[in-house]
């Protein structure tokens, strides 16, 4: 199956083809799941992986082309493998997810991710995200151990509580803010304990947000435009439409 156009644009902006080969794979909750790759080169190619590192997977759906993008969970250069996470849902990436087993192959397309902290690196993180968000949550824990993170994590179902996040409970602090009124009980949440944390020194904090687009937007104007927060002090990206 080829690619299409979006195939064909991000050739144009340099995309870089490999193919992927699931060893393995594992439910960690009913609606989460794990599918471990060999990464074809990727890693070798690119010198190793980036906190919340990202790849678009395609699919095909309805006899078209289709790419999803995910982050990159546990990359290991030296045994030139990964793991990917799927929040289930409807749609051919989840159907493409339950069904893989060893030996099944995916092509995918390495364009767009990049990621650096600011420096001086932040001394307190502070981090808002939903289940899609979770493998680059995760990474980012990761890539700063022992810093001070607070983190507001939507919930749509209740499995979303027993999601494996890499918790630090000496540095890290999670709210769990169930989805209601399409995010904005999220955006209210924040907006509510956020000013109070970050205190009138903003120049060691770091936000970073990956929520639904309209969320995230919502978010990102609000930390930049009435708490005032520099550009390089703040990530937002939207993950998914609602």
Request: aromatic share 10%; with cysteine; glycine share 10%.
């Amino acid at each position: 199956m080829g690619h299409g156009w979006e195939g064909v644009v991000l050739k144009i902006l340099r995309g870089r083809d490999f193919t992927f080969t699931v060893t393995g794979a594992e439910e960690v909750t009913d609606r989460f799941h794990r599918v471990h790759l060999s990464d074809g080169g990727l890693l070798a190619a690119t010198g190793g992986a980036h906190p919340t590192m990202w790849v678009r997977l395609w699919f095909e759906n309805a006899g078209k082309p289709h790419q999803r993008a995910y982050t990159l969970v546990d990359p290991d250069p030296e045994a030139g493998a990964f793991s990917l996470e799927f929040a289930l849902h409807e749609g051919a990436a989840c159907t493409w997810a339950r069904a893989a087993k060893p030996g099944d192959t995916i092509d995918a397309t390495l364009q767009g991710t990049g990621f650096t902290l600011p420096d001086p690196a932040p001394s307190r993180l502070f981090l808002i995200g939903d289940a899609a968000a979770l493998p680059a949550i995760n990474s980012l824990l990761d890539a700063v151990p022992g810093i001070p993170a607070t983190l507001w994590f939507e919930t749509a179902h209740e499995d979303d509580r027993k999601l494996p996040f890499r918790l630090d409970p000496a540095h890290h602090t999670v709210h769990y803010v169930e989805r209601r009124e399409g995010g904005a009980h999220l955006v209210s949440e924040v907006k509510a304990a956020l000013p109070g944390l970050l205190g009138d020194d903003h120049s060691d904090a770091y936000v970073w947000v990956a929520c639904d687009t309209t969320t995230t937007r919502t978010l990102a104007a609000y930390l930049r435009k009435e708490l005032g927060l520099p550009k390089d002090r703040v990530h937002a990206l939207g993950y998914w439409r609602p």
